[in-house]
């Protein structure tokens, strides 16, 4: 993985209905990120092809939607991950656990910019 700007569309599994896209810097194995109702930080290590790490995601704003609710609740959550990466582009399997719950979900990464 290049450090630099990425977009990141998360999609949950498992039949849970959800999805995330937003921004994440990734620099020398610290990633930060967010989008206009969550943000996230953490951390991540590089193979030959594969990486690997984790993530702490918090809301910070409401959704505009009151019919829709946070998979969250609001809490705090935390995600591992692992995946492969080429050229500009990364795909992540993870699972995060909201509670006492684990879900799974599948993000893409593309590269916009270099940091």
Same mark, same amino acid.
């Given at each position: 993985?290049?450090?630099?700007?990425?977009?990141?569309?998360?999609?949950?599994?498992?039949?849970?209905?959800?999805?995330?896209?937003?921004?994440?810097?990734?620099?020398?194995?610290?990633? !930060?990120? /967010? &989008?206009?109702?969550?943000? *996230?930080?953490? =951390?991540? +290590?590089?193979?030959?092809?594969?990486?690997?790490?984790?993530?702490?995601?918090?809301?910070?704003?409401?959704?505009?939607?009151?019919?829709?609710?946070? !998979?969250? /609740? &609001?809490?705090?959550?935390? *995600?591992?991950? =692992?995946? +492969?990466?080429?050229?500009?582009?990364?795909?992540?399997?993870?699972?995060?656990?909201?509670?006492?719950?684990?879900?799974?979900?599948?993000?893409?990464?593309?590269?916009?910019?270099?940091?």
């Amino acid at each position: 993985m290049r450090n630099g700007l990425y977009s990141i569309h998360m999609h949950m599994l498992d039949g849970v209905k959800g999805r995330d896209s937003g921004v994440i810097i990734l620099r020398d194995g610290k990633l !930060l990120g /967010g &989008g206009p109702y969550f943000w *996230s930080v953490g =951390s991540y +290590t590089v193979g030959n092809g594969t990486w690997k790490g984790e993530l702490t995601t918090n809301q910070h704003t409401p959704l505009a939607d009151p019919f829709l609710r946070p !998979l969250s /609740g &609001g809490q705090e959550v935390s *995600s591992g991950f =692992s995946g +492969t990466f080429a050229d500009d582009e990364a795909e992540v399997f993870g699972t995060s656990l909201v509670g006492t719950k684990s879900l799974s979900f599948r993000a893409t990464l593309k590269r916009l910019a270099d940091d």
